[in-house]
C-alpha cells in the first residue's frame, strides 16, 4: 500500500551545489519573464557543456498547424533502440505491427508559466533513449498569457493528432500512446485524463507523473519543511503565485480539472496504469503521495517512488547530480515496463 506521505533525507550534495551556484534559478512567480529567460540560460541544450548533452538518434521540429488556440509547436524525440513490441493476450485485441512505435506525450513544468521545450529537452532526451520510445516534447501555451483551460484543450489536440495522422506518419502505435510530464505537467496530465472520461474520449494508455502538483499544498508537513526560496528551487508562495497566474475569475481551485488530487477516491476510477515519483525537498510532495495513494485506493494500477534525498525539479538538473541522473534512469525503466505491456501493478519503493 501507499502511505499518505513521505520523509525527506540529506539533500544530494550535487544538487546542492547546483543550487548554490545558481541562486537567481528559482520558481517564485514574482518576476515571470527573468525566470524563462534564467531557465533557458542554464537548462537549455546548447548552454550544457557537451560532455553533459543526453544522446539521441534524432531531434524533429515540427508543429500541429491547427490546434484549438493556433498552432502547437512539437519537439519530437527519437531513440536509437525503439522499445519492444507488447505480447498481446486477448484473442480480440488488434495485432500490432512490429513496426509500430510506443510515445510519450510530455507537458514540462514551470508552474504553467515558466519552461519551454529548450529547458527540457536535456532530460527528456535522457528518458526517450532510456526507456526507448519516441517524447513528443510540447511548446504549449503559458499562463498568465493563455490560462485554463488552454493547456488542457492543447494537450487534447496533441492526444488526438497523435492517433490521427501525426502518429500514423510516425509509426506509432495508437494503442501505447502515454502521457507525462512534471510538477504543472503531471496535474495537465492527471487533468486531462479526467476529462477525457468525463467526454467518453479515449484517453491515454498510462501515465508518469513526476512530482506532480497535483493539489495546492495548503496543510502538509512538505510545505512547512521545503518552504526555503532562498535554498531551494521552488517554494510555497511561488506555487500560489503560478495557481493565481493559471486559474480565471471564477473557476475555484478545487474543481475536478484543476486539482485533479482534491477529488474524491470514487471520482477518480477507470484511469489508466499510473507511474507516481515524488521528491523529498519539495512543497509538492506530500500531494504528490497523497495522490498517488488515492490513485491506488480507487482501483487503479499505480507504482509509486520517491526519492528523499532529491528536490523538486530534478528532471533539469540531471546533467549535474548524479542521484537525479540515477533516478530518471528508474522513471526511464518504469516507461519502458509500460510501453512493452510489463509490470502494470508493480513494486513501490523508496530511495
Given amino acids: 500500500m501507499i502511505p499518505k506521505t513521505a520523509s525527506r533525507s540529506t539533500l544530494d550534495p550535487e544538487v546542492q551545489t547546483f543550487l548554490a551556484q545558481n541562486p537567481t534559478l528559482r520558481l517564485s512567480g514574482r518576476d515571470i519573464f527573468q525566470e524563462r529567460r534564467h531557465h533557458v540560460q542554464t537548462f537549455s541544450l546548447r548552454n550544457i557543456p557537451e560532455a553533459k548533452q543526453p544522446s539521441i538518434l534524432h531531434v524533429e521540429h515540427t508543429a500541429i498547424p491547427a490546434g484549438p488556440h493556433g498552432t502547437i509547436p512539437l519537439r519530437i524525440l527519437y531513440p536509437s533502440r525503439p522499445a519492444s513490441t507488447p505480447h498481446r493476450q486477448s484473442e480480440t485485441a488488434r495485432p500490432t505491427p512490429h513496426n509500430l512505435t510506443p510515445a510519450l506525450i510530455y507537458f514540462h513544468g514551470g508552474g504553467y508559466t515558466v519552461g519551454s521545450a529548450d529547458d527540457f529537452e536535456p532530460g527528456c532526451r535522457l528518458l526517450a533513449e532510456s526507456a526507448g520510445i519516441q517524447i513528443y516534447l510540447v511548446e504549449y501555451r503559458l499562463a498568465p498569457e493563455w490560462r485554463y483551460p488552454t493547456q488542457l484543450d492543447e494537450y487534447d489536440a496533441v492526444i488526438d493528432w497523435l492517433r490521427g495522422e501525426g502518429g500514423q506518419a510516425r509509426h506509432v502505435d495508437p494503442d501505447r500512446i502515454f502521457g507525462g510530464g512534471d510538477s504543472a505537467g503531471g496535474n495537465l496530465t492527471a487533468a486531462v485524463s479526467l476529462r477525457r472520461i468525463d467526454r467518453n474520449q479515449k484517453g491515454l494508455d498510462g ?15 512538505a510545505a512547512v519543511e521545503n518552504n526555503d526560496g532562498a535554498r531551494l528551487y521552488l517554494d510555497c508562495n511561488g506555487i500560489f503565485n503560478f495557481a493565481a497566474n493559471y486559474i480565471p475569475d471564477g473557476v475555484a481551485p478545487s474543481s475536478r480539472y484543476i486539482s485533479p488530487g482534491m477529488q474524491p477516491q470514487t ?3 477507470g484511469l489508466p496504469p499510473a507511474r507516481v515519483y515524488t521528491c523529498g525537498f519539495d512543497p509538492l510532495r506530500d500531494v504528490g503521495v497523497e495522490f498517488a495513494s488515492k490513485l491506488q485506493a480507487a482501483g487503479n494500477a499505480v507504482v509509486w517512488r520517491h526519492y528523499a534525498d532529491l528536490c523538486h525539479g530534478f528532471v533539469q538538473m540531471a546533467p549535474w547530480s548524479e542521484a537525479a541522473m ?4 528508474e522513471v526511464a525503466r518504469d516507461v ?16
Fill in 207 to 221: 501515465l508518469v507523473l513526476l512530482y506532480p502538483e497535483a493539489r495546492l499544498p495548503f496543510d502538509t508537513p
Fill in 267 to 269: 471520482q477518480l476510477q
Fill in 326 to 329: 540515477r533516478a530518471l534512469r
Fill in 336 to 351: 519502458r515496463a509500460l510501453a512493452e505491456g510489463k509490470g502494470n501493478g508493480g513494486e513501490n519503493g523508496k530511495n
